[in-house]
């Protein structure tokens, strides 16, 4: 069935360090794939997606290409924030399934000033 | 912008009660879900409704139940509320089934004692 692997966290980075999280998928067809942040007590919001090969989503200086060759959708950013301190979810949505989006289960980043 | 609420952000109950979730969206979306998020599990799907009245069992229907009796609404009822249903709900919505993205709420902290 389909699948979301994530990197396992906690990721702990200094300020305006480098990041990447890791997000692979198994999937039949070709699903949309997405990126969502969860900030401590809150609901989850969309981050970014792509919903075709080679798009790139990009969001609050987040980025991520959508690789159909590597199954891949790996989130980065060039300098990170200690309000970038939160758990990123990717997920994914087989298209022309009702609903349900498959999601990994969570990186959790803390960014140290 | 979209909003989804959901009616409480901390809940907590007894064993054998009859416990209900409520979620309103104000955007005339189609497309309502719930899920449950615990820790190293991620968050999984337990119910979802395309159109008032119909429902869907997601990953792990047991023990819930679902009503959508208006198009805005969608309750999550325990029907006899257990202490592994102590979980974080979160109530999402979507208008495009196919592609677009779930907007998600706040979420209900819920304690079963």
């Known amino acids: 069935g389909d699948s979301v692997t994530q990197m396992e966290g906690p990721v702990t980075l200094s300020e305006e360090a480098f990041l990447t999280i890791n997000c692979t998928y198994t999937?039949?067809?070709?699903?949309?794939l997405f990126w969502y942040v969860q900030y401590p007590g809150e609901g989850l919001q969309l981050l970014l997606k792509?919903?075709?090969?080679?798009d790139k989503g990009s969001n609050k200086g987040f980025e991520a290409t959508y690789r159909k060759e590597t199954t891949s959708f790996h989130l980065e950013k060039g300098s990170v924030q200690v309000s970038d301190s939160a758990v990123y979810f990717c997920a994914l949505k087989r298209r022309g399934s009702q609903g349900n989006l498959i999601f990994g289960k969570g990186t959790k980043l803390s960014v140290k000033p | 912008d979209v909003k989804v609420t959901q009616s409480s952000r901390y809940l907590v109950k007894r064993t054998g009660e009859k416990v209900f979730l409520e979620c309103v969206q104000d955007?005339?979306?189609?497309?309502m879900f719930w899920y449950r998020q615990d820790p190293g599990l991620g968050l999984r799907l337990i119910y979802f409704s395309y159109d008032v009245k119909m429902k869907e069992k997601g990953d792990i229907p047991e023990g819930y139940s679902v009503s959508r009796e208006k198009k805005e609404r969608f309750s999550l009822i325990l029907e006899s509320a257990s202490t592994n249903q102590t979980s974080m709900y979160l109530c999402a919505s979507s208008q495009d089934i196919d592609i677009g993205p779930q907007h998600f709420g706040d979420g209900t902290r819920l304690s079963i004692l």
């Open positions: 999937a039949t067809g070709y699903p949309s």
């Open positions: 792509a919903t075709k090969a080679d």
């Open positions: 955007m005339d979306h189609e497309n």
